[in-house]
């Protein structure tokens, strides 16, 4: 059985900065690509950041780009997203997912965390 477990969500002002992390159980990690999206309220989820099996190729919305970090250590089976500079658009819901191929859309993600809620304070 497959599951995602994220944590390291909370409330933050903006600004400042919070590390998710997601440990992965029941699949063989280094072959999934790993992704955190997000939903905010009243919105449809959308594609954060994500990193490839081997961890050389990882990939932002533009809306992170030079504030979000993704990462991964295959040896713990846990995926990372360091948020810094965080504004209050950046609030929701954060989910961590694998896919087994490369993710086109975010449907190509095949397993998913129950995520964890983000608050940014202006």
């Known amino acids: 059985q497959v599951q995602l477990v994220e944590s390291g969500g909370g409330l933050v002002q903006a600004g400042g900065s919070l590390r998710l992390s997601c440990a992965a159980s029941?699949?063989?990690?280094?072959?999934?690509?790993m992704g955190w999206l997000r939903q905010a309220p009243g919105k449809e989820r959308e594609f954060v950041a994500a990193?490839?099996?081997?961890?050389?190729?990882?990939y932002y919305a533009d809306s992170v780009k030079g504030r979000f970090t993704i990462s991964r250590d295959n040896a713990k089976n846990t995926v990372y997203l360091q948020m810094n500079s965080l504004k209050p658009e950046d609030t929701a819901v954060y989910y961590c997912?694998?896919?087994?191929?490369?993710?086109?859309?975010?449907?190509?993600?095949?397993?998913w965390g129950q995520g964890t809620q983000v608050t940014v304070s202006s």
């Open positions: 997912a694998a896919a087994s191929r490369v993710p086109r859309t975010i449907k190509d993600y095949a397993y």
């Open positions: 029941g699949l063989t990690f280094s072959s999934y690509f």
């Open positions: 990193v490839s099996w081997n961890i050389g190729m990882t």
